[in-house]
């Protein structure tokens, strides 16, 4: 640790040597023999606190800052205005640490809740749907033994549109909305195995 008198001649020298840490360093050893020699870095280091904070001596902050209200409200307004936003956007949006996103939401009780996805329904679908029952229940009457024979499956189902991950999907809120995700399933090119 240096004191105040010896880190303004570190400061001087440093300018002396037009921004030369390593010049500095030797002019330091050459015009003060008696004190302790500081390594470039701390030349280098003193300068830039200098050009930051305007003081001589590091400053020693204990644990995480404190929160930023401001930063706060914004992170706040990007979820609200975009449900379903990831975190590592707001991160990169915000210029903060993706942890402290984190945190700021769990503060705030807000959880991410995963999207359910349904089968999506259009209008006619309806018909089809009711005569499929209709036709089921008229068969089970003629025939009750025809549902043990139906094999049901749980199918895996290819398509050309990739694999989508449903854990990156999610909806950020203080209770769960139930959000649901239509897939249109029937309506594309698929195969089922």
């Not at 105040?4 to 330091?28: F, K, T, V, W």
């Not at 895996?156 to 854990?167: C, P, S």
Request: with cysteine; charged share 25%.
């Amino acid at each position: 640790m240096f004191s105040n008198e010896e880190y303004r001649d570190m400061h001087y020298l440093y300018g002396l040597c037009d921004g030369n840490a390593a010049a500095a360093e030797r002019e330091y050893q050459i015009r003060f023999p008696r004190r302790q020699h500081p390594k470039r870095r701390v030349f280098e280091a003193l300068h830039r606190r200098m050009g930051e904070t305007g003081v001589f001596q590091p400053q020693h902050h204990v644990g995480r800052p404190r929160h930023n209200v401001d930063r706060e409200e914004e992170i706040l307004d990007i979820v609200h205005e975009t449900p379903s936003i990831s975190t590592r956007y707001i991160a990169n949006r915000v210029n903060i640490p993706h942890p402290t996103v984190w945190r700021t939401l769990n503060r705030q009780g807000l959880h991410p809740f995963h999207l359910q996805p349904v089968q999506e329904l259009l209008p006619r679908d309806h018909q089809y749907r009711r005569e499929y029952c209709r036709w089921l229940l008229h068969k089970n009457i003629d025939e009750p033994d025809f549902l043990n024979h139906v094999l049901w499956t749980d199918e895996a189902g290819f398509t050309r549109d990739g694999i989508m991950n449903m854990h990156n999907l999610h909806v950020w809120s203080d209770v769960n909305p139930h959000a649901t995700r239509p897939i249109s399933f029937q309506h594309r090119f698929s195969v089922n195995v």
